[in-house]
């Protein structure tokens, strides 16, 4: 089983500052198939996740411009360039390469100052 | 705009079976492209991934859990379903189903409480 671990667990980030948070996979996440299977979500309270990444660096529809992933192979990370008071909630990295199981980190809870 | 939307009992007894269903609208649960999925996330933690099925059938679990998880998928309804004997206390948490690949829509969740 691919453990994925995040850093920090918790965040507290004033309103136009920036975010990052990271994530490190035991195991490589790039496929054969020339794809890294890493994907970064945000659960805000009461709901359910909702993606914001997709394959390390990829926004999915509609997120804001504000986030953005990088990274490759084992470590990866997720940046909010100016946070916003919606941003606030635990965020999870995921991976999906070794297939079962679907593994996710931790969580990252991000709060306003 | 594709939705899910769980439905099952919310309180189960401890030893028998918890049994959710998934209903799919606004596309098609046969599309090969896509699996479907299911993530349970207990009271106050994180995500646990349950396991996931393609239309044709083919079915993955976490082995944690695979002696006890049925999932299976019925393309005449468009809905999937989730079966999980022998509940404990343990397997009290919100049930999500979602749109397997990349996890991209998921549904609402619905809160099953383990409990006699």
């Known amino acids: 089983e691919i453990v994925m671990t995040q850093t920090p667990l918790s965040l507290s980030v004033t309103p136009g500052q920036p975010a990052s948070i990271s994530c490190e996979s035991s195991q490589s996440l790039l496929h054969s198939d020339g794809k890294t299977y890493l994907y970064w979500y945000l659960q805000k309270p009461g709901q359910p996740p909702q993606l914001l990444i997709y394959e390390v660096s990829n926004r999915f529809s509609g997120v804001p411009d504000r986030f953005s992933g990088s990274g490759s192979g084992t470590d990866f990370t997720l940046k909010i360039s100016r946070v916003e008071a919606e941003d606030v909630g635990i965020y999870y990295c995921m991976q999906s390469i070794q297939l079962p199981p679907i593994t996710f980190g931790q969580g990252t809870r991000l709060e306003i100052k | 705009h594709l939705q899910l939307q769980e439905s099952g009992p919310g309180l189960v007894k401890p030893s028998e079976t918890l049994s959710l269903t998934c209903s799919v609208s606004?596309?098609?649960?046969?599309?090969?492209?896509?699996?479907w999925g299911w993530v349970r996330q207990p009271p106050g933690k994180g995500l646990e991934w349950i396991g996931g099925i393609y239309s044709i059938g083919n079915t993955y679990y976490n082995p944690s859990l695979k002696s006890r998880v049925t999932i299976s998928v019925d393309t005449s309804k468009n809905q999937f379903s989730l079966r999980l004997t022998s509940v404990t206390a343990a397997d009290t948490a919100v049930y999500y189903c979602a749109r397997g690949g990349a996890y991209d829509y998921w549904g609402q969740g619905t809160l099953v409480t383990v409990s006699s």
């Open positions: 606004g596309g098609s649960i046969s599309s090969s492209f896509y699996y």
